[in-house]
């Protein structure tokens, strides 16, 4: 099976202080992959540099066997919700269309067939009936959904994540977590940064250990140690001691 | 208004109400952008450092209108990437990267042009760069200002898409291949058009007036990007156009009551607009505020009346009111249906429904507090308080099972049921008819209350007496009384 991503001996340093070392990852398709670390081990890091948000100082990576410059509609990015100004005069049908932005030439208009693919997105969501809400008057899930919705139009090959359930209701945590399910079903590759390790074991079919350098990676009921889990996470009793008790 | 029309028969005058139409135009379009991505005071940077353009043209080229048009644009679009390098390359604060370089800028501009004036004996006057000279548009300015206006609608309107997405989620934009660098230089570009061309309507100084005031209006007026810009574009031309003719006729300088329009117009919206202006706000709090009071009202009402002693001294006397005011409240809730009209003092039905709703929320909440938070009896009536006027009947219901519908609250005052009223309660019984309780009621508690009282679905009972406080049912071997309150929102049918 051909990787959707393949990360090759990345290394990133922020101000000298290195935050990613000699990374080599090869991801399938068709599969929920849990990114899990500590704070600080490098995960948003990997995101930005897989998206090329940040510059790649060593190393390489391929998006479906290209840099990803030449395959930017392949992949979609959910940021984390607090970089978002919600005072913003947008509404969540605006915010959602601009999942069908990369889709489009700079002369073509967005025409009533992304209208649809939006519509479809946001009932698929759950939202449809917020569609004329500034993104403000939303709780945090609907937020969330809204993103999700605005990913899903982008139809990608490739979900990228960032702490999706971070302020977010049970039920949207469910219909998200299913949604991203169905998505690997239809084979798309799906990485998301999660904290809650009680929930790891249920959500992911692999998990990616972090910590500055990979810890692990493979299928989540072999990976997902004890063992590993306390590389990942060295010294940190607690967490240690939550997992114990799930 | 006599004069205005008179002067309106000079071309000048129109000449003039076109190009700050045109420029209001502009600067309200770009300025929306300019305002949501927080560049204020790049507009008011660009506007001043253009200056030292408009010399170098004069010298190489003399007087040309084309001339300081491309002379100032390469200014300005110098001065973008110098304040866009200071801020990425060195550790100077945003803000001060754009001031160092604008003030720099405009001080070489002032100094070039007293220098022109006075050694080559021309004619340039700094004062109609600083407050512009609209009056003295000439038709190749006319058309210089109109090319740029189109130049500047097609962008936007060609552009919009990757403006808004730039704007709001730069990330988003980079991560869909959308250069955000590109854009925000060609956003520059488009400013210094602009700007160049406002200089001789409203000059240097009031240019950022122009570029902020009506895009900051549009923004209180609306919530959707495309909304906002046309507000702001027809705010723009409003606040030039009024601005010009306030300007001929009390024969004052145009550029500063155009401004002065335009801040006239932002003051009318901050506090008359719908939903997000201060008058609206207000009267929303005081709606708010008069919910919460009418609320203590009925429930203090339904407290009192259970022990007969509802009266306006007692009711003023609990929730620390005056006499005065409580009576005004009063007329409004009997206007409401909350309090029967025809008696002084007496909650209707209704108002007895909303009132236990309401001890049912404050009691339940307190529960909560001290059986789930673990707060401290005392601790909790000020925090149930606040909260019995927000909680929404899922959130109560929800609480009520996660307590395993409790019938007393912390203190060991009674909650009251859920209120609703049963397809056929138990309180329209007839006596001496036989009855049965369904199967089916409004709520667990009410199960569990008859539960408790030991009546079961199968039994038969008969309606021995009922009365005001109470409702008296007896099968072959008990008497089991039911208060009226109770009786009201059970279930019951009648059997043969």
Redesign the interface.
């Known amino acids: 099976m051909s990787n959707s991503i393949s990360v090759h001996d990345l290394s990133i340093s922020y101000d000298r202080k290195r935050v990613l070392t000699n990374i080599f990852l090869n991801i399938e398709p068709g599969k929920v992959i849990g990114v899990v670390g500590p704070n600080g081990a490098g995960k948003s890091t990997l995101f930005k540099s897989i998206?090329n948000?940040i510059h790649v100082q060593s190393g390489k990576i391929l998006i479906e066997g290209v840099p990803i410059?030449e395959n930017?509609?392949s992949?979609?990015?959910v940021?984390q919700r607090d970089?978002?100004?919600w005072d913003?005069?947008?509404?969540v049908n605006?915010?959602v269309l601009?999942g069908r932005?990369?889709h489009?030439t700079?002369?073509k208009r967005?025409s009533k067939h992304d209208q649809d693919i939006a519509d479809h997105a946001m009932q698929n969501l759950g939202i449809a009936n917020l569609k004329n809400r500034?993104i403000g008057q939303l709780s945090g899930g609907q937020q969330q959904r809204v993103f999700i919705a605005r990913a899903l139009c982008?139809n990608p090959s490739i979900f990228l994540l960032d702490e999706p359930f971070v302020g977010v209701d049970i039920p949207t945590e469910e219909r998200i977590i299913q949604i991203l399910k169905q998505q690997a079903e239809a084979g798309k590759t799906l990485l998301v940064v999660h904290h809650d390790l009680s929930t790891v074991m249920q959500y992911f079919d692999q998990v990616i250990l972090l910590n500055q350098r990979l810890i692990a990676f493979g299928d989540t009921d072999k990976v997902f140690t004890q063992e590993n889990i306390a590389k990942a996470y060295s010294g940190q009793l607690s967490i240690l001691q939550k997992i114990a008790m799930v | 208004m006599a004069e205005l029309l008179e002067v309106l028969q000079y071309e000048w005058a129109w000449r003039a109400l076109l190009a700050s139409s045109m420029v209001g135009l502009m600067c309200g379009i770009l300025g929306c952008f300019i305002v949501?991505r927080n560049m204020a005071l790049i507009g008011d940077a660009l506007s001043h450092a253009i200056l030292p353009g408009v010399v170098v043209a004069f010298t190489i080229l003399g007087y040309n209108v084309l001339g300081f048009f491309i002379g100032s644009v390469i200014a300005g679009i110098l001065s973008a990437v110098a304040i866009t390098w200071i801020q990425h390359n060195a550790k100077t604060k945003n803000d001060a990267a754009i001031g160092i370089v604008f003030t720099a800028m405009f001080s070489i501009g002032v100094i070039g042009i007293s220098w022109l004036s006075r050694n080559e004996g021309v004619h340039l006057d700094l004062k109609d760069f600083l407050f512009g000279n609209v009056l003295g548009v000439e038709n190749e300015d006319l058309w210089l200002t109109a090319a740029i206006c189109a130049y500047v609608l097609l962008s936007v309107v060609?552009?919009y898409?990757y403006l808004?997405?730039t704007?709001?989620?730069p990330?988003?934009a980079?991560?869909?291949?959308?250069s955000v660098k590109l854009i925000h230089y060609y956003l520059m570009l488009l400013l210094s058009f602009a700007v160049v061309a406002a200089l001789q309507t409203v000059g240097v100084i009031l240019v950022v007036a122009m570029l902020i005031t009506p895009a900051s209006t549009a923004?209180l007026l609306?919530?959707?990007?495309n909304?906002?810009v046309v507000i702001s574009s027809v705010l723009g031309i409003l606040s030039a156009v009024l601005g010009l003719i306030a300007a001929i006729i009390f024969e004052t300088t145009p550029g500063p009551a155009m401004a002065i329009v335009a801040t006239i117009i932002y003051l009318l919206a901050l506090f008359l607009a719908p939903e997000k202006g201060i008058v609206a706000k207000r009267v929303i709090q005081h709606r708010v505020r008069e919910k919460i009071e009418d609320e203590h009202i009925l429930k203090e009402s339904i407290k009192l009346s259970i022990t007969n002693q509802l009266s306006f001294e007692n009711l003023a006397s609990k929730l620390d009111i005056g006499t005065a005011k409580l009576k005004r409240r009063i007329l409004k809730l009997k206007k409401n249906g909350l309090f029967n009209a025809s008696h002084l003092l007496q909650l209707s039905p209704e108002g007895k429904a909303r009132a236990s709703s309401l001890v049912r929320a404050h009691r339940l909440w307190e529960t909560y507090l001290v059986d789930k938070i673990g707060l401290d009896e005392t601790q909790i009536h000020a925090e149930a308080d606040k909260l019995e006027h927000l909680l929404s009947d899922e959130i109560l219901d929800e609480v009520d099972q996660s307590l395993g519908y409790p019938t007393l609250d912390p203190h060991g005052s009674p909650i009251p049921p859920k209120f609703g009223t049963p397809e056929s309660p138990l309180f329209n019984m007839n006596i001496g008819q036989t009855i049965k309780i369904t199967t089916r009621q409004l709520s667990n508690q009410v199960i569990k209350t008859l539960w408790e009282l030991g009546i079961k679905p199968e039994n038969s009972l008969r309606v021995h007496s009922k009365n005001d406080q109470e409702i008296i049912l007896q099968d072959e071997d008990t008497i089991v009384s039911i208060k009226t309150d109770l009786a009201r929102t059970i279930n019951a049918i009648e059997i043969e």
Request: charged share 20%; net charge positive.
């Open positions: 998206l948000l410059e930017r509609k992949i979609a990015y940021p970089e978002v100004d913003f005069p947008a509404i605006d915010i601009m932005y990369p489009k700079v002369w967005l500034q982008q | 949501l060609v552009f898409r808004f997405i704007t709001f989620q990330t988003i980079q991560t869909m291949g959308i923004l609306t919530n959707r990007l909304k906002v």
